[in-house]
């Protein structure tokens, strides 16, 4: 009798921990997609800036080769 008590709380710690487990897996798996998230979002912004300034940078210097140009050749 006291073998299947302590049987019967052994099922039960076993059902509890798991589902505690479960629960906490699933929290951090959460955690991890929204970090994820958020830095995918940074570095998307990044190159985002990054793109702008390069395009930016690469007018500038083709207008000031096509002014040189022009110079030269009137």
Request: hydrophobic share 35%; glycine share 0%; aromatic share 8%.
């Amino acid at each position: 009798m006291l073998r299947l008590e302590f049987e019967a709380k052994v099922k039960e710690l076993n059902l509890k921990y798991e589902t505690r487990t479960r629960n906490v897996r699933t929290e951090l798996e959460a955690a991890r997609k929204q970090e994820i998230q958020r830095i995918e979002d940074r570095k998307n912004a990044h190159i985002a800036s990054l793109m702008h300034a390069h395009e930016k940078a690469f007018a500038e210097i083709k207008n000031y080769y096509n002014d040189i140009t022009h110079r030269y050749v009137l």
